[in-house]
């Protein structure tokens, strides 16, 4: 990570990652599209857009756990503090287990009250809460499975994670349509039967990031002290980890926003919201979750070692990449949208809807990518609160008021736009940001 040149380093590294990213992209669209079939499609689809919000403050702990353990064992690798190093893995294996079970007890607890936070009608209700009250039991093992993650990519190793992810969700996807349609011995159990396939999946990644931890090929040796949980660990992680974590409790907020004013406008404008979602997350698993799961040990490594020069050429060279990539596959996306949506929405109003979403949602990703190179580059200097006030500057400080202004000036459509206002004034803030951390860690000063 310290001498390898950039763009061979960043390509190696993000590959794995980013299959992997695909794969749980993919199935997501494959458990919408076997969702779509059931007899209400459409109230379906809304339930399960209304639940996003929920599931994702469980994947932002997980995330924020990945990114900040990966930050901490990169930098002690950069340092050559090997000995502190055993002692952060296993506070990455109790911390996220603990999280999980609070976030799981909640759910549980109150499946009916959540379900009505974040978005839901009396209409949609009570198919989410047969879904949640299933897919909750999975949350600790989502959060643990993302932690170990974390370990290992930090570590320099992205191909593990990726067989991990691909395995889980290559389970889930052929779990689905049997226990959704109640194919072969299987019960017909409709959306209840995709919560069984998701938690059996999560399942799976629990148990073979256990095994792989444990095995002689894994460089970390956790032993039943390091397990115990210490303040100032968890407090390093935290620091790397809460913007992540905020990020995914912003986008979750931001969709819980989104539920409310789209309910308005009743369940195919809902539905066509989640549907955008998941091609937008097709599209990005192409680009950013992947590269940033490089970047941020490799951020970390030469951040710890001063090599601010190799640092910001990291930076550069991601956010060119994926600009470019970003404006050929929206341009795709933008013309082909009706083709792309057709196979998930069978109602014609759910189509149209969908299509408008979609094309609003990715016509400014090739700026939005610079930004979030950012926020994963401060993530890897271990500067905390940079990364979260950039964060914030982009899903609050202005999709928020933009999504409660102009559905009262234009309607449906003006919900859609929220976000695109948003990452065009976002980017003036990004680019304040990392002048000023340039300026503070300019690439002249290079380490010996």
């Known amino acids: 990570m310290g001498t390898a040149p950039i763009g061979p380093l960043l390509l190696r590294m993000s590959l794995p990652a980013m299959v992997s990213v695909v794969l749980m992209s993919v199935y997501n669209l494959i458990d919408t599209l076997w969702v779509s079939g059931l007899p209400d499609g459409t109230e379906a689809i809304a339930a399960l857009t209304v639940l996003m919000p ?5 994947a932002a702990l997980g995330m924020g756990m990945s990114a900040g353990v990966a930050s901490v064992v990169a930098r002690r690798f950069g340092e050559r503090n090997i000995e502190a190093v055993s002692a952060i893995a296993g506070n990455a294996v109790t911390l996220p287990i603990l999280l999980g079970t609070v976030v799981a007890s909640v759910c549980l607890a109150f499946p009916e009250p959540l379900a009505f936070v974040f978005g839901g009608s009396r209409q949609l209700v009570t198919p989410a809460v047969g879904y949640l009250t299933v897919v909750a039991w999975g949350f600790p093992f989502q959060i643990y499975s993302m932690s170990m993650d974390g370990l290992i990519r930090g570590a320099g190793n992205t191909k593990t994670p990726m067989y991990i992810r691909g395995s889980a969700a290559l389970l889930n996807a052929g779990l689905d349509p049997f226990l959704i349609y109640g194919w072969g011995p299987f019960p017909m159990l409709g959306l209840r039967g995709a919560a069984i396939a998701t938690l059996l999946a999560q399942m799976l990644g629990a148990a073979l990031s256990t095994g792989y931890m444990l095995s002689s090929r894994s460089p970390y040796r956790i032993s039943a002290a390091g397990l115990r949980l210490r303040t100032a660990i968890v407090r390093d992680i935290a620091q790397v980890g809460f913007p992540s974590f905020l990020n995914g409790c912003v986008r979750s907020t931001v969709g819980s926003v989104y539920n409310w004013v789209l309910g308005g406008f009743g369940p195919a404008a809902i539905a066509a919201q989640g549907l955008s979602m998941r091609i ?12 940033s799961q490089a970047l941020v040990p490799i951020v970390g490594f030469n951040f710890g070692a001063r090599n601010y020069r190799r640092m910001w050429h990291t930076w550069l060279t991601a956010s060119v990449w994926l600009s470019g990539i970003g404006i050929v596959l929206s341009s795709l996306i933008i ?3 009706p083709t792309i949506l057709a196979p998930f929405a069978r109602d014609a109003e759910l189509l ?3 299509a408008w979403a979609v094309r609003a949602k990715v016509c400014t990703i090739f700026l939005v990518e610079p930004q979030m190179m950012g926020v994963f580059t401060f993530q890897g200097m271990g500067m905390g609160f940079r990364a979260l006030v950039l964060t914030l500057s ?7 008021p933009a999504l409660l202004l102009l559905p009262n000036l234009f309607g449906v459509y003006g919900a859609f736009a929220a976000q695109p206002v948003s990452d065009v004034l976002a980017l003036l803030i990004a680019g304040a940001m990392l002048l000023r951390a340039y300026r503070q860690y300019p690439a002249t000063a290079v380490a010996a």
């Open 394 to 400: 982009r899903g609050v400080l202005f999709v928020i």
């Open 280 to 291: 937008m997350m097709l599209m990005l698993s192409f680009m950013g979750p992947g590269v």
């Open 352 to 354: 149209r809807l969908g």
């Open 54 to 58: 929920l599931q994702m403050v469980a």
């Open 335 to 337: 013309v082909f949208a």
